[in-house]
């Protein structure tokens, strides 16, 4: 996909994928982060905006011009087909974005070049896409009641809902059956920390030979 070596990070919601890229990003990895990036593209003026709302209509469009993302939601776990729709919206405009920053960062001058790149993909394992287009995949996986713990504490969603969303996901058998790397982040802080730092040692060897 490029000149720098990836490594697509992955995991179910409430994973806790957002901290390790955090502890990775501090020992010195450059971070691309697809969720952040389709923010930007539905943002208002976005770049997938005016297609959102062709496709889906105002209804989807909130008052200050962003997608409204809760209304989005209802609609696609209502109709699944529309969320192929949506999909065949944002993916191409992620992936060329992605693509973009990948060659910024592989262009940078040598002082300031990342040893490697994480690529978070929240579904790496369902899209079919960035399986073959990154030279690692790390999954960050966790106990599911761990994982419907951590979401509910951060978010209004009953139990039944974050378990709706988690079936909607590839299973951990899933996810674990393509990884290349797992941390386990299902216990301390500095557990986790020290994970990272092990892997961190792997990629920066694993790039220098790439």
Not at 38 to 57: D, E, K, M, Y
Not at 93 to 111: C, M, N
Not at 119 to 143: K, T, Y
Request: net charge neutral; charged share 20%.
């Amino acid at each position: 996909m490029s000149s720098v070596f990836t490594i697509g990070l992955t995991g179910g919601i409430g994973s806790g994928k957002s901290k390790v890229a955090d502890l990775f990003i501090e020992r010195g990895a450059a971070l691309v982060d697809t969720d952040e990036i389709a923010h930007r593209l539905t943002a208002p003026g976005g770049a997938a905006i005016a297609a959102i709302r062709t496709a889906f209509g105002d209804g989807v469009i909130a008052p200050d011009g962003r997608m409204d993302r809760a209304a989005m939601r209802a609609l696609v776990f209502a109709a699944p087909a529309r969320r192929k729709e949506l999909e065949g919206i944002l993916h191409p405009l992620i992936q060329a974005t992605v693509r973009d920053e990948l060659s910024r960062l592989a262009e940078a001058d040598l002082a300031f070049r990342p040893p490697y790149v994480l690529i978070a993909v929240p579904l790496l394992v369902e899209s079919g896409h960035w399986l073959h287009r990154v030279d690692r995949v790390l999954v960050v996986d966790c106990p599911e009641e761990v994982q419907v713990a951590r979401v509910m504490a951060r978010s209004n969603l009953p139990e039944s809902q974050v378990r709706s969303i988690m079936a909607a996901q590839a299973s951990r058998a899933q996810r674990l059956a393509v990884a290349h790397a797992v941390i386990d982040n299902g216990g301390s802080l500095a557990d986790t920390a020290a994970q990272v730092d092990r892997l961190h040692a792997r990629f920066l060897a694993e790039a220098a030979q790439a």
